[in-house]
């Protein structure tokens, strides 16, 4: 079972741009790989951490507004070192008939 997310995309950001985003309650990401352009998003970031206390392995699909939906694994994790929360997240396409592997440093 994949697991969805909703996700929009944004504009590249100053980082106090990224804060307001946060504080909004949304993850900033980005999403790269298979040939295609990277793509700046942004989900929820309650939803996510949500994901990843649950075990947050496995496709991911991310519903992208002007994209359709995009199967993607999760690459890497960046944690705030006092408070331990989310602040951004990377994630790679994928094509659901090829293999693939990643490791994830959740830091």
């Not at 994901?51 to 939906?69: Q, T």
Request: proline residues 4%.
């Amino acid at each position: 079972m994949k697991t969805c997310f909703q996700a929009l995309q944004r504009t590249p950001m100053n980082r106090t741009g990224l804060k307001r985003l946060r504080n909004s309650g949304r993850l900033p990401a980005n999403v790269f790989g298979s040939g295609a352009n990277s793509v700046h998003i942004h989900l929820s970031a309650r939803e996510f951490a949500k994901w990843i206390r649950s075990g947050g392995d496995g496709l991911v699909e991310l519903n992208l507004e002007n994209h359709g939906p995009i199967t993607v694994f999760l690459e890497a994790v960046q944690r705030d070192p006092v408070t331990r929360e989310y602040i951004h997240a990377d994630f790679i396409r994928v094509k659901e008939d090829e293999q693939a592997q990643t490791q994830v440093n959740a830091g």
